[in-house]
Nanobody, 128 residues
């Protein structure tokens, strides 16, 4: 019923910026807690950023705090991730995820097992 599609990935030099977008069908994303995760080659998937349902409280991994911003566009039914001051260590496949269960408008899920629907991912490559 719910499909998520990421876009906006690409190749960028260190210090550059990208904007990723997660488009949804089958659900109004304002009703869901939303997250962004990433997975580099040979490494486990890690938490990047998330926001709670409706009121959109946010949380970020320490490694991206101050550089990345998660936001909603309710009219377009998308959740975006702005990536600034990119580093080679940010190179990974980035995934968006939506939570179907309700934890309340202040709950910010940070574990991948707390999400119910996932996109296919978009590649971000940062050159040195």
């Amino acid at each position: 019923q719910v499909q998520l599609v990421e876009s906006g990935g690409g190749l960028v030099q260190a210090g550059g910026s990208l904007r990723l977008s997660c488009a949804a069908s089958g659900r109004a994303l304002i009703s869901s807690a939303m997250g962004w995760f990433r997975q580099a080659p040979g490494k486990e998937r890690e938490f990047v950023a998330a926001m709670s349902a409706t009121v959109s409280f946010t949380s970020y991994a320490d490694s991206v705090k101050g550089r990345f911003t998660i936001s909603r566009d309710n009219a377009a039914n998308t959740v975006d991730l702005q990536l600034n001051s990119l580093k080679p260590e940010d190179t990974a496949v980035y995934y968006c995820a939506a939570r179907g269960r309700s934890g309340g408008v202040f709950y910010i899920p940070k574990g991948d097992n707390e999400y119910d629907w996932w996109g296919q991912g978009t590649q971000v490559t940062v050159s040195s």
